[in-house]
């Protein structure tokens, strides 16, 4: 899943099963030039993250303990920020030294608030140090992002077994989930997901505009109740995207 920094809607979604591993999605993925893209361990492959440097865009990586690299240079940094080390240095492994031959930056920084040390690969060597474990930290829009897919996209079944069904109804349950956060930021709306989701299931019949809708539709005077009874399980119908 690939999300933009400046959002919480996601660009790139796909859907596999359980035996792909992830770092195959890389070969689906199309890089943009002057792109991010931020990555944990599990996505380390040296030849594929040579394809995103070859094609101008950048990456944020973890890496690995057992790594092998040679350092070239030692660039200053203020330990006060949580900065160890910043580095340039090259790949030295039998593999990953012909699979990435250009000059990796290895940036090592402890983050006291969980007494934890991580270490980052990328191929950006303009921005700060400080910046690119800062740019680490916003990986984690994606694990709420699952949480929130969890909390929101409640698939209760299926209506068929078939991969192209499963796959459909995923499809259409995503759809919607972006959609409405679309709608949520383009109208600047504090409602909640599920709020707004309940709205649309109680007016899907109505001929208003979105922001009229949205904007003067009083919950309060709603009953749950009457909800079911007009259009028939408007919680059921809303929580399962």
Avoid at 121 to 132: K, S
Avoid at 200 to 211: K, N, R, W
């Amino acid at each position: 899943m690939e999300i933009p920094l400046r959002g919480r809607s996601p660009s790139f979604i796909e859907i596999t099963d359980g035996k792909v591993h992830d770092v195959n999605i890389l070969d689906d993925l199309i890089p943009e030039p002057g792109s991010f893209y931020i990555m944990d361990r599990a996505y380390i492959d040296f030849l594929r993250l040579y394809v995103l440097t070859q094609c101008s865009a950048f990456f944020v990586i973890r890496a690995k303990t057992n790594f092998q690299f040679r350092r070239l240079y030692s660039h200053p940094i203020d330990k006060s920020t949580g900065l160890r080390c910043d580095q340039t240095i090259i790949l030295t492994g039998i593999n990953s030294s012909g699979e990435y031959p250009d000059k990796l930056r290895r940036i090592r920084y402890f983050d006291s608030d969980n007494n934890l040390y991580f270490t980052f690969l990328t191929n950006n060597f303009i921005l700060p140090a400080l910046t690119i474990a800062e740019l680490y930290k916003c990986r984690w829009q994606v694990e709420l992002f699952f949480k929130w897919i969890k909390q929101n996209l409640r698939i209760k079944s299926f209506y068929g077994t078939s991969e192209n069904a499963v796959k459909t109804q995923i499809w259409i349950a995503v759809s919607v989930c972006v959609l409405i956060a679309i709608i949520k930021k383009g109208l600047n709306l504090q409602l909640s997901f599920y709020t707004i989701l309940q709205i649309f299931s109680v007016i899907a019949f109505e001929q208003m505009p979105i922001i009229q809708v949205l904007t003067s539709f009083n919950l309060q005077n709603q009953k749950v109740d009457s909800c079911n009874h007009r259009y028939g399980a408007c919680n059921g119908r809303a929580s399962s995207g």
